[in-house]
């Protein structure tokens, strides 16, 4: 299944065809009352760790570094995506962040572990959940018949 997740500065104007609008930052952004900004939610639980964050923004670590960091965090809390993965799965999804930069932000980072983790559960839904019924080759005892 193809998934309708974009990504958006929360600074740019709210549009109907975004579908669910999710702010995926920690901090609130500067100057923007929550009514202007048209939120479906804002949800913290997905985005880098205060730590990682600071490091990246005071120049501590370089973006590859912070990339594969940021990646483990997402790997390492699996459910975090979870509230992510239901409004993608109902129509198109837009993250929204407060970066300057989209492209240099942890935004491309969630979008592909979104997808990951989506494409990863369709394909756990096509296998069969149970080893399949053998109950009508039982006899009237229950015995299996030969």
């Given at each position: 299944?193809?998934?309708?997740?974009?990504?958006?500065?929360?600074?740019?104007?709210?549009?109907?065809?975004?579908?669910?609008?999710?702010?995926?930052?920690?901090?609130?952004?500067?100057?923007?009352?929550?009514?202007?900004?048209?939120?479906?939610?804002?949800?913290?639980?997905?985005?880098?760790?205060?730590?990682?964050?600071?490091?990246?923004?005071?120049?501590?670590?370089?973006?590859?570094?912070?990339a594969a960091r940021y990646r483990g965090e997402?790997?390492?809390?699996?459910?975090?995506?979870?509230?992510?993965?239901?409004?993608?799965?109902?129509?198109?999804?837009?993250?929204?962040?407060?970066?300057?930069?989209?492209?240099?932000?942890?935004?491309?980072?969630?979008?592909?572990?979104?997808?990951?983790?989506?494409?990863?559960?369709?394909?756990?839904?096509?296998?069969?959940?149970?080893?399949?019924?053998f109950g009508h080759q039982l006899d009237d005892?229950?015995?299996?018949?030969?």
């Open positions: 299944m193809a998934y309708d997740i974009v990504l958006k500065r929360v600074y740019s104007e709210p549009s109907p065809e975004d579908g669910a609008r999710v702010l995926v930052d920690r901090l609130w952004p500067r100057g923007k009352p929550r009514e202007s900004l048209a939120l479906t939610d804002w949800y913290r639980d997905a985005s880098p760790s205060p730590l990682l964050r600071r490091q990246y923004h005071q120049g501590e670590i370089s973006g590859a570094v912070f997402l790997r390492d809390a699996p459910d975090s995506l979870l509230p992510l993965m239901r409004h993608a799965r109902r129509g198109r999804l837009t993250l929204l962040s407060a970066a300057r930069n989209l492209d240099d932000s942890h935004l491309p980072i969630l979008h592909d572990m979104l997808i990951k983790a989506l494409r990863e559960e369709d394909a756990a839904d096509l296998e069969p959940a149970s080893p399949p019924c005892s229950g015995a299996a018949r030969s």
